[in-house]
């Protein structure tokens, strides 16, 4: 095990016995985790017993159902779900790949559009469906308002709405561009803090109440993160350590080349 490898599973000792984490989670979709990434994430999540859960790449991604299908995964969750359709679609390549449920599901409400149809959305999702996570970025970014952000009170009167519509039926986690501004929020709009069980930064799965209450939560977060970065890095530096040798003499030797030789591919 890498150095940094060891400080990524110390880091989510920390955060299973600190904060009692729901899980793990990483992304096919936009992060464009690759597989080894995913790899590195699932045997240190199995590692300190903590959930791993992995966002798909879209409602129909099979490749990446898959994967996780090799990868053991906990929860898998279907990115952009803005219509009754994708979540039948989600639904037919799910049991295409694992022939029954035997994931945490979720997805994700991320668009104007998704918040416009949820009733007939969350129709076809129950029963199958366990979770719904609310992405503010992509939600503020589909307004094309520069005034709608994330922690607008626009944006936070919507996750309100959708929370009425969905709480009842499902588990509701709240993400996208999570800060101490975010905490701050949660602490004054408290009928919606009620009504959302976790929230997520892009690696990590809080329970709401301990994500607000104990601030420094999301720097912890945020260090793991650092820490898995820093992974692979570390990961791509030891692979093409000897190919930027070879390079280098490459290099060399192409100058050293004469044209004739050159042009003979000496």
Not at 17 to 40: C, N, P, T, W
Not at 87 to 99: L, Q, W
Not at 138 to 152: K, N, R, V
Not at 219 to 234: M, S, W
């Amino acid at each position: 095990m890498m150095v940094v490898e060891k400080e990524m599973l110390d880091s989510l000792i920390l955060l299973k016995e600190l904060y009692h984490i729901r899980g793990i989670k990483a992304e096919f979709e936009a992060e464009g985790a690759s597989y080894q990434d995913m790899v590195r994430l699932r045997r240190l999540t199995l590692q300190a017993g903590i959930p791993f859960h992995v966002k798909i790449g879209g409602v129909e991604a099979v490749r990446d159902m898959r994967d996780c299908l090799e990868l053991g995964v906990d929860g898998i969750i279907a990115p952009m779900v803005e219509s009754p359709f994708a979540v039948k679609k989600f639904i037919d390549a799910y049991f295409t790949v694992f022939g029954e449920k035997s994931h945490h599901i979720a997805i994700n409400i991320e668009t104007k559009q998704a918040v416009a149809g949820l009733p007939d959305i969350l129709e076809v999702a129950r029963g199958f469906v366990d979770a719904i996570t609310i992405g503010r970025t992509d939600l503020s970014a589909s307004f094309f308002d520069p005034e709608i952000t994330p922690d607008s009170e626009f944006i936070w009167q919507t996750v309100e709405d959708i929370c009425q519509e969905a709480a009842d039926h499902f588990t509701i986690t709240l993400g996208g561009n999570v800060s101490t501004s975010t905490q701050e929020k949660l602490i004054s709009h408290e009928t919606t803090r009620s009504r959302i069980a976790y929230v997520e930064t892009r690696k990590v799965i809080f329970p709401t109440e301990i994500f607000v209450y104990k601030t420094s939560s999301l720097a912890d977060a945020l260090l793991f993160e650092k820490l898995f970065i820093l992974a692979k890095k570390t990961t791509a530096d030891t692979f093409l350590g000897p190919d930027l040798k070879r390079l280098a003499k490459l290099s060399e030797r192409v100058k050293q080349a004469t044209p004739e030789d050159y042009l003979m591919g000496v």
